[in-house]
């Protein structure tokens, strides 16, 4: 996990640093190959939900990308809150 939602930085009030999202299970959602474009890649996106009753919840959505043949990765995330 490369952060968490609620903060960063050192621990705040008792939460563990970068929040709980470390801790939490994810979802791997999809897997595998894409061979259409410039070059091919290979990719795998997930989602991890932060929620707790009466306060956040927090989706995020990770995708994963790594070109065959290249030395490079590219993470794009998309937060949701789904809360109220």
């Known amino acids: 996990m490369t952060c968490g939602l609620d903060h960063t930085r050192q621990p705040v009030d008792g939460r563990p640093m970068h929040g709980r999202l470390h801790a939490l299970p994810a979802r791997v959602e999809a897997h595998g190959e894409a061979w259409e474009g410039r070059s091919p890649i290979l ?7 932060q929620w ?5 919840n927090l989706s995020l959505r990770r995708r994963i990308e790594a070109p065959i043949g290249e030395t490079t990765l590219t993470i794009s995330d998309s937060l949701r809150n789904e809360g109220r």
């Open 52 to 56: 707790r009753q009466g306060h956040e």
């Open 43 to 49: 990719f795998c996106e997930g989602t991890i939900r």
